[in-house]
């Protein structure tokens, strides 16, 4: 079964920057798509950002276009968090499943496997 591994997160200030890491525990993505999710405290997980298994498509949630940037290789993916704000400040997840189509979008899909989660702050 699939585990996936959060690394990357902390606290930094505000109009900083981020960077994300999604890693398998012992197999290769080859075959999955992948999502970033994230919870704010009292709240329904939010779709962040989603790349197709190839790597040839994404997609952003309205709140973070323009700020965050996915992005893969063989290892793991990425998300790269540019102008952070305090709002961004939620338990990040990454999410995993091999795709059946495009359909509605990745933000949209269900996905499989889940990470745990790690913390990102933003705060003066």
């Known amino acids: 079964q699939l585990q996936l591994v959060e690394s990357g997160g902390g606290l930094v200030q505000p109009g900083g920057s981020l960077r994300l890491s999604c890693a398998p525990s012992?197999?290769?993505?080859?075959?999955?798509?992948v999502a970033w999710f994230r919870q704010f405290p009292g709240k329904e997980r939010e779709a962040v950002s989603c790349?197709?298994?190839?790597?040839?498509r994404t997609d952003y949630g309205d709140s973070v276009k323009g700020r965050f940037a996915i992005s893969r290789d063989n290892a793991a993916v990425y998300l790269q968090m540019n102008s952070l704000e305090p709002e961004d400040t939620a338990i990040y997840y990454c999410?995993?499943?091999?795709?059946?189509?495009w359909g509605p979008g990745c933000l949209k899909w269900i996905y499989e496997y889940w990470g745990q989660g790690i913390q990102v702050t933003v705060s003066s």
């Open positions: 012992e197999f290769t993505f080859e075959y999955y798509a």
């Open positions: 999410a995993a499943v091999v795709p059946t189509g």
């Open positions: 790349i197709s298994d190839t790597g040839g």
